[in-house]
């Protein structure tokens, strides 16, 4: 992937309202706008890489890019789930994101356990390969260490 890392910054929207009721994994979505100015070629698919939301600390994540096949979403969306438990609600607030790495493609899935298991791998694929130390030392990237207004950003 030679966009590797990718990183983002946008306004956190509220989404389909299913990832914590459903899944049991809440998420941070970006609006269309955010979702719009990732690269093309940019394959679908589960990545994982770093998180922070304002000016918080900077936490491993999991990212979903793509249609989310089992509910035939209709929009593209781009659903980051942060690996971190966090008090409250966040929407409205910048979250920053660095993207080093790809688990898979998305699939659809025969059942709704099949799609949590295969979420819960993600995560645990997600923690082991964050551990590296190529992928540690984006965490401590400026990128995340900077004031970012609510605009969007790419590099």
């Not at 966009?3 to 994994?25: A, I, M, N, Q, T």
């Not at 659903?79 to 660095?98: Q, V």
Request: charged share 25%.
């Amino acid at each position: 992937m030679r966009h590797l890392p990718y990183f983002c910054r946008g306004e956190v929207v509220r989404g389909f309202g299913r990832g914590s009721k459903e899944l049991g994994v809440p998420t941070a979505n970006f609006s269309e706008q955010v979702v719009e100015s990732f690269p093309s070629d940019i394959s679908t698919g589960i990545y994982y890489g770093w998180a922070c939301v304002g000016s918080g600390d900077v936490h491993k994540m999991v990212l979903s890019i793509g249609w989310n096949p089992f509910y035939k979403n209709t929009k593209k969306s781009v659903e980051t789930h942060i690996i971190h438990t966090f008090k409250e609600d966040f929407y409205g607030e910048i979250l920053s994101i660095a993207i080093v790495g790809y688990i898979r493609p998305e699939k659809n899935f025969d059942s709704l356990d099949a799609l949590i298991a295969a979420i819960q791998e993600d995560i645990e694929e997600a923690k082991r390969q964050l551990d590296l130390p190529e992928h540690l030392k984006v965490k401590e990237d400026n990128f995340f260490h900077l004031p970012g207004g609510k605009i969007v950003e790419n590099r």
